[in-house]
């Protein structure tokens, strides 16, 4: 009866650890899964067929002695066949020796096959005597033997291969190679003692090892995938954001451009039109005499002047994202910090070029405007309304300059 215990124990331990593979709840794109799978219901029936001998052997029924012999042996060349193509599927092997052990295996199964029929004629492989004694036959124990030589030349290609491999591919080498270890041992003990329940414990070791680095190592190997995805997602994010950068600078200035302003502007025109825009505050700017100084001294002395403009919006407006939309225009969107201290930060700004005014330097007109969520539905209207403020703005600086040429001819 112990004979048959450790077979139904085999079938317990199938159910609960492959609960996923029988439900057929794992990812079907792996195709040794489905290999596994067929192992694993093969084993199932073998367990039954071995438990089934075990009991019909200790009753002596002779009957159930020599049916259940049939199914085993048979059961035994089903799954080295299915084991060997498992092992290809899983290593991804290919080779002109997979193939040869694949065919060796198919061969072997059918002529074991062809036995077990003469087997009822003469008793090739085995025979139940009169007193129900299950008697081996001369070429039982070659069939085992030469499934043995199978998985060993499967190892030894297997454990090869492993060298030649990434250390993720050669985990899964390694898993086949050892499976196919336990399974020669429970072979060997087979033959040595014929009446003990090794192919039973064989059995469930290489399943226990196949679905622990077959398919438990899937999930690392899942994770690793997953992280290496996001590493190389990273780096192309990485990338664009340069190649954005790269696209949205304005190159004299090293400001933002036009087509960040763009950008800018229908990020904000969506959160407007979703009603999640709160507050925000535009401030236009336009370079005073920029035209006079590119025709009267040339372009080279207009980029500078363009320059040092830039310079002293970006650095009164440093929270707040400067765009270059012309060119002697300028834009900044205001908001939080700079949004709330839009009035100082304009004070200051106009300070700045009252005194340059003062000492004949360099001269940007500001105008501001902030947005009113229950009337404005869209980011033009404030633009509008900051670039009206700009020119009124530009005008009364003309008009000091005039008046501060005037009093310098007196």
């Known amino acids: 009866m112990s004979y048959s215990a450790f077979a139904i124990l085999g079938i317990v331990v199938h159910f609960i650890i492959n609960s996923e593979i029988f439900l ?22 073998f367990f039954l067929s071995d438990a089934f001998w075990g009991f019909a052997n200790y009753l002596h029924i002779s009957l159930g002695i020599y049916i259940s012999s049939v199914f085993v042996l048979y059961i035994i060349g ?59 036959g001369p070429l039982r124990n070659t069939f085992i033997l030469l499934y043995a030589c199978v998985f060993l030349l499967a190892i030894i290609h297997t454990l ?44 469930m070791l290489a399943s226990c090892v196949i679905h622990s680095f077959v398919v438990e190592n899937k999930n690392a190997e899942y994770l690793m995938e997953l992280k290496e995805a996001l590493g190389r997602e990273a780096i192309q994010e990485q990338e664009l954001d340069i190649t954005r950068n790269l696209a ?16 800018a502007e229908n990020r904000i025109n969506y959160l407007i039109g979703q009603s999640k825009m709160n507050s925000f505050a535009i401030a236009v700017f336009d370079l005073n005499n920029l035209k006079k100084i590119n025709d009267s001294l ?44 839009r009035e100082k930060l304009a004070g200051d700004f106009n300070d700045v070029v009252n005194e340059n005014l003062s ?12 947005y009113n969520p229950v009337k404005d539905m869209r980011f033009e209207e404030v633009f509008f309304r900051a670039d009206k403020a700009m020119y009124k703005r530009k005008q009364e600086l003309k008009q000091k300059a005039l008046k501060l040429a005037s009093n310098n001819k007196k």
């Not at 057929?24 to 029936?45: G, H, S, V």
């Not at 050892?178 to 009446?195: Q, W, Y």
């Not at 500078?304 to 969107?333: C, M, N, T, W």
Request: glycine content about 6%; aromatic content about 14%.
């Open 24 to 45: 057929k709840k794992t990812d079907e794109k792996f195709p040794f899964q489905r290999e596994y799978r067929k192992l694993l219901w093969i084993e199932i029936a």
């Open 78 to 136: 089903l799954s080295v066949v299915v084991w060997v193509n498992l092992a290809a599927a899983y290593v991804s092997q290919k080779s002109p020796v997979v193939r040869f052990i694949k065919i060796l295996s198919s061969i072997i199964y059918f002529i074991q096959i062809t036995a077990l029929i003469i087997n009822f004629f003469s008793p090739i492989l085995f025979h139940i005597d009169e007193d129900g004694n299950y008697i081996q």
């Open 160 to 203: 090869y291969k492993s060298h030649q491999t990434s250390e993720c591919q050669r985990r899964r080498y390694l898993s086949i190679a050892f499976s196919g270890v336990c399974m020669i041992f429970a072979t060997v003990a087979k033959v040595l003692f014929p009446h003990g329940p090794f192919l039973a414990i064989g059995f």
């Open 248 to 263: 949205f600078k304005d190159s004299l200035t090293g400001l933002k451009n036009k087509l960040a302003y763009i950008d």
């Open 298 to 341: 040339g372009h080279e002395k207009g980029d500078d002047y363009i320059q040092k403009s830039a310079a002293l919006i970006a650095e009164i407006f440093h929270h707040s994202p400067v765009f270059r939309i012309g060119g002697d225009e300028f834009v900044a969107i205001l908001e939080n910090q700079d949004f709330t201290n």
């Open 359 to 370: 000492n004949d330097e360099y001269v940007v007109s500001i105008g501001l405007s902030e």
